[in-house]
T-cell receptor, first 110, second 113 residues
Framework: QKEVEQNSGPLSVPEGAIASLNCTYSDRGSQSFFWYRQYSGKSPELIMS????GDKEDGRFTAQLNKASQYVSLLIRDSQPSDSATYLC??????????FGKGTTLSVSS | KAGVTQTPRYLIKTRGQQVTLSCSPI?????VSWYQQTPGQGLQFLFE???????NKGNFPGRFSGRQFSNSRSEMNVSTLELGDSALYLCASSLLTGGEGYTFGSGTRLTVV
């Protein structure tokens, strides 16, 4: 099984700052990449998907993909205390299996 | 639109017993996957079903099994429970494949004593 690596954190940023979350993956054949947010005691929630190299923006979130470097990132602009959660990077393998990183815990202080 | 529904929410079982967990996907979703989440290992893929067929399987022992019914509802079974099976079991569904992203249910918290 291929791997997905994330820094576990915690990543602490002040309210209004940009939070940058990073992820690397080992399977060069991967084509679909996702970011999930998981609040404590809750299930993962899909917040971004990205399939081609470059940036994809959705509101305050921007996902970036670089397949040559096998690198995916998530930027959260104007971070809010409500963004405090664990962010999980996931890579789709064999078309149907999500392989997750261990997650990065983000803490946004007001 | 109803989300992914998992039952029961909590379970306490004794070592050696078996357990069956249930999942109803979002209406119209035909792909159902199961994941195990533990503090040490994180989220790990168990298996995926589509049209009553297992299409993909993770690296778990044969004690973990699943099935899918014609209405896309799915069950997973764990036999001969071990203490290490204590975890949050999450079901996720998508329309056809994982390419469009999976939506997760609230999970079943299994405690093995």
């Amino acid at each position: 099984q291929k791997e997905v690596e994330q820094n576990s954190g915690p990543l602490s940023v002040p309210e209004g700052a940009i939070a940058s979350l990073n992820c690397t993956y080992s399977d060069r054949g991967s084509q679909s990449f996702f970011w999930y947010r998981q609040y404590s005691g809750k299930s993962p929630e899909l917040i971004m998907s990205i399939y081609s190299n470059g940036d994809k923006e959705d509101g305050r979130f921007t996902a970036q993909l670089n397949k040559a470097s096998q690198y995916v990132s998530l930027l959260i602009r104007d971070s809010q205390p409500s963004d405090s959660a664990t962010y999980l990077c996931a890579v789709l393998q064999a078309g149907t299996a999500l392989i997750f990183g261990k997650g990065t815990t983000l803490s946004v202080s007001s | 639109k109803a989300g992914v529904t998992q039952t029961p929410r909590y379970l306490i079982k004794t070592r050696g017993q078996q357990v069956t967990l249930s999942c109803s996907p979002i209406s119209g979703h035909r792909s159902v996957s199961w994941y195990q989440q533990t503090p040490g290992q994180g989220l790990q893929f168990l298996f995926e079903y589509f049209s009553e067929t297992q299409r993909n399987k993770g690296n778990f022992p044969g004690r973990f099994s699943g099935r899918q019914f014609s209405n896309s509802r799915s069950e997973m079974n764990v036999s001969t429970l071990e203490l290490g099976d204590s975890a949050l079991y999450l079901c996720a569904s998508s329309l056809l494949t994982g390419g469009e992203g999976y939506t997760f249910g609230s999970g079943t918290r299994l405690t093995v004593v």
